[in-house]
């Protein structure tokens, strides 16, 4: 079993940065893909970022690409979502998941463990 906490999130002005921190304990860390979702009020859950279980894969929503950037440090048991250049389309709560595969996927339902979010709010 897996635990997953978020923190980093908060209040930021459009074209500000905010980095999203990640810490797992429980299961076998290294050897787990990890991801950060997204929800904004009245929308459904959606993928923001994943990255592989050695760090040398990362994959991105389409919205995100080159604003975004994920990192992971398995000696610490972290992962890491630096936010750039951020917009108030970017508000939304943001969860880390975990999934026990060493195959990256992009599909809420594939993540077995997810984190109680932490809110991202973007003013304009």
């Known amino acids: 079993q897996v635990q997953l906490v978020e923190s980093g999130g908060g209040l930021v002005q459009a074209g500000g940065s905010l980095r999203l921190s990640c810490v797992a304990s429980?299961?076998?860390?290294?050897?787990?893909?990890m991801g950060w979702f997204r929800q904004a009020p009245g929308k459904e859950r959606e993928f923001v970022s994943a990255?592989?279980?050695?760090?040398?894969?990362?994959y991105y929503a389409d919205s995100v690409k080159g604003r975004f950037t994920i990192s992971r440090d398995n000696a610490k048991n972290m992962v890491y979502l630096q936010m750039n250049s951020l917009k108030p389309e970017d508000t939304a709560v943001y969860y880390c998941a975990a999934r026990g595969s060493l195959v990256v996927v992009t599909l809420v339902p594939e993540y077995e463990y997810w984190g109680q979010g932490t809110q991202v709010t973007v003013s304009s």
């Open positions: 990255i592989n279980w050695t760090g040398g894969r990362t």
């Open positions: 429980g299961g076998t860390f290294s050897k787990t893909t």
